[in-house]
């Protein structure tokens, strides 16, 4: 089983797309995570669900737990909506030294071993710089375990 | 919106459980993450699923990349199996300094700076030591974004 048979089809999100919208896909698709593209739909990035979340939590407040507690309910429902105009490019955390990207030809263990490494759910694959799809880790999993 | 009214009954797993079964579980399910319980019911260790992957992949092959690919593709397709009669607490990768772990009465806000500072898409509730629930990181978008 290579990484090339585990891929499937997978939405992507661009660099000018409101990062509001990223959170909706996420959202409404229940991905595990988001892969954002340059424009030359080559993966710039690939998100975790959690990661995604960064974008609209204020740095003060991830830093700083204490803070968190002091914001009201009432603010605190609507902090994704903070988001307003802001861009996915505006809004991305510090990107990792490991962009969890494989090549269609490697294997289940090697596409585990990123994801664990990187804590990413989910990898693209990648051949000479064209995106071709990703892998879940519910996808992998399943496939692994025969589930 | 508070920790209570976002929280979902949550399946467990033991530190006793053999791993395996917790990997099955994680795949079945479709989870996000497991919570390991302590004999008493209380987390022990909420782990995204990226980390149970974690009990299966050899550290050697965790650190260093290279290991992974030299593994052959027979073999590396039945790397999960070789978890054997590990139980869950036998393969538990280190501790990280936070738990993700909330209070009924924290704010979405609360809940979502704690899983993006962790890189967790689940949390526990928990109230004096008892394990309430659990908000999964769809849930808790869902209800955000009202999707």
């Given at each position: 089983m290579r990484a090339r048979d585990l891929m499937v089809d997978y939405p992507t999100v661009a660099l000018t797309d409101p990062a509001i919208d990223a959170a909706r896909l996420l959202a409404r698709s229940n991905l595990p995570g988001l892969i954002v593209v340059d424009d030359r739909g080559a993966p710039f990035a690939v998100l975790p669900g959690t990661q995604v979340l960064r974008l609209a939590v204020p740095v003060y407040i991830q830093d700083d737990p204490n803070l968190a507690a002091v914001i009201d309910e009432a603010a605190a429902d609507v902090f994704?909506?903070?988001?307003?105009?802001?861009?996915v490019r505006d809004s991305l955390p510090p990107q990792p030294h490991e962009l969890p990207v494989v090549d269609p030809d490697d294997t289940v263990l090697e596409v585990a071993a990123l994801m664990a490494r990187t804590r990413t759910p989910l990898v693209a694959v990648v051949d000479h710089g064209a995106l071709l799809g990703a892998i879940t880790l519910d996808r992998l999993l399943d496939r692994v375990l025969g589930a």
């Open positions: 994704l909506t903070e988001l307003g105009e802001r861009t």
